[in-house]
Nanobody, 127 residues
Framework: SQLVESGGGLVQPGGSLRLSCTISLFSLDLYTIAWFRQAPGKEREGVSCLSSSDGRTFYADSVKGRFTISRDNDKKMAWLQMNSLKPEDTAVYYC?????????????????????WGQGTQVTVSS
């Protein structure tokens, strides 16, 4: 797989986790990186994305102020720092990469905009 996530696990409410995404794509500077999540019985939703062109970022309202997305094109890595975790954050988290467009980072990431996906990493928030 060209994207591989790591860093998931079990954490208590209020705790933190840092998800990592190792990326094996050429010309990574042409891609927007996004994080999606899918809880049991729910559709996959876009959590955050980071444009490559000017660093524009988007966060879903449910995670704004708690999650931080970042990337390092030279290291071919991306991260999702998750703080103040809540039980409702429990889901499988996916890293994705898609071509940067003029809308990247201005709106919620959509599944169809991303061509490359990781296999997902489980995050469970529970006491």
């Amino acid at each position: 797989s060209q994207l591989v996530e790591s860093g998931g696990g079990l954490v208590q409410p209020g705790g933190s986790l840092r998800l990592s995404c190792t990326i094996s794509l050429f010309s990574l500077d042409l891609y927007t990186i996004a994080w999606f999540r899918q809880a049991p019985g729910k559709e996959r939703e876009g959590v955050s994305c980071l444009s490559s062109s000017d660093g524009r970022t988007f966060y879903a309202d449910s995670v704004k102020g708690r999650f931080t997305i970042s990337r390092d094109n030279d290291k071919k890595m991306a991260w999702l720092q998750m703080n103040s975790l809540k039980p409702e954050d429990t889901a499988v988290y996916y890293c994705a990469a898609g071509p940067t467009t003029s809308y990247s980072g201005l709106k919620a990431p959509s599944l169809y905009e991303y061509d490359y996906w990781g296999q997902g990493t489980q995050v469970t928030v529970s006491s």
